[in-house]
Nanobody, 127 residues
Framework: EVQLVESGGGVVQPGGSLRLSCAASGFTFDDYAIGWFRQAPGKEREGVSCISSIKSGDTSTYYEDSVKGRFTFFSDNAKNTVYLQMNSLKPEDTAVYYC?????????????????WGQGTQVTVSS
């Protein structure tokens, strides 16, 4: 059974940092695209960052424009865990953050619907 469990959310002041973790079980990263998404109150869920399945042949990491240069997506395959390092946080980054996985071989930013989702972790950026 595929499971994703996020952690690391919290309350941070503008300009601060947080590191989100997504521990995966039931699958290996090589076979899946992995994405970080967020949903702010009253807004639609949006993609933040993602990596495609290794089998897709794409090794790049995608970042949504508003987080480029501030967020970093990386993984620890030995721990079957992916991370989202978030620096220079802004109030507009406040949202519930989710990680998701999908077996599609498409480039991750073009996957319309990820199959597996974590429960989400709240990030609040406020002074």
């Amino acid at each position: 059974e595929v499971q994703l469990v996020e952690s690391g959310g919290g309350v941070v002041q503008p300009g601060g940092s947080l590191r989100l973790s997504c521990a995966a079980s039931g699958f290996t990263f090589d076979d899946y695209a992995i994405g970080w998404f967020r949903q702010a109150p009253g807004k639609e869920r949006e993609g933040v960052s993602c990596i495609s399945s290794i089998k897709s042949g794409d090794t790049s990491t995608y970042y949504e424009d508003s987080v480029k240069g501030r967020f970093t997506f990386f993984s620890d395959n030995a721990k079957n865990t992916v991370y989202l390092q978030m620096n220079s946080l802004k109030p507009e980054d406040t949202a519930v953050y989710y990680c998701a996985a999908d077996r599609s071989l498409r480039l991750c930013r073009y996957i319309m619907k990820y199959d597996y989702w974590g429960q989400g972790t709240q990030v609040t950026v406020s002074s």
